[in-house]
């Protein structure tokens, strides 16, 4: 058939796929009973399970969702701000959203 795709090429697909999809991390309950969503028992230990491709392997544990929430999602670096000279003065030019300067009232 013209409108099947050459095995090599779902082959190469499928492993890219594979391979973006690993070091994937998810947080388990390790709390008796089925596991249900997240909130339901927050100060039981977790579980920090980690995708290696094929299977979830368990990389670590923690002690409550708050922790596993904090490895799962950290916190994004903190950025340099510029110092207050390293910064762009506002141009020359009076727009309508400056108003005249003392020395400029008088001089009209």
């Known amino acids: 058939m013209q409108d099947e795709e ?3 090429e779902w082959a190469r697909r499928r492993a890219e796929r594979q391979a973006a999809s690993k070091g994937r991390l998810r947080a388990v309950p390790l709390s008796d009973g089925p596991h249900r969503g997240a909130h339901v028992d927050p100060g039981a230990p977790r579980a920090i399970e ?20 904090a490895v799962l999602y950290p916190a994004p670096p903190p950025q340099d701000r510029p110092a ?6 506002p141009g020359p030019g009076r727009g309508r959203h400056r108003r005249p300067t003392a020395a400029e009232e008088r001089d009209r």
């Not at 980690?50 to 929430?69: D, F």
């Open 84 to 89: 207050e000279w390293d910064r762009p003065a």
């Open 50 to 69: 980690e995708w290696t491709g094929a299977e979830w392997t368990v990389a670590w544990v923690v002690e409550s969702l708050a922790a596993a929430q």
């Open 6 to 8: 050459p095995l090599e």
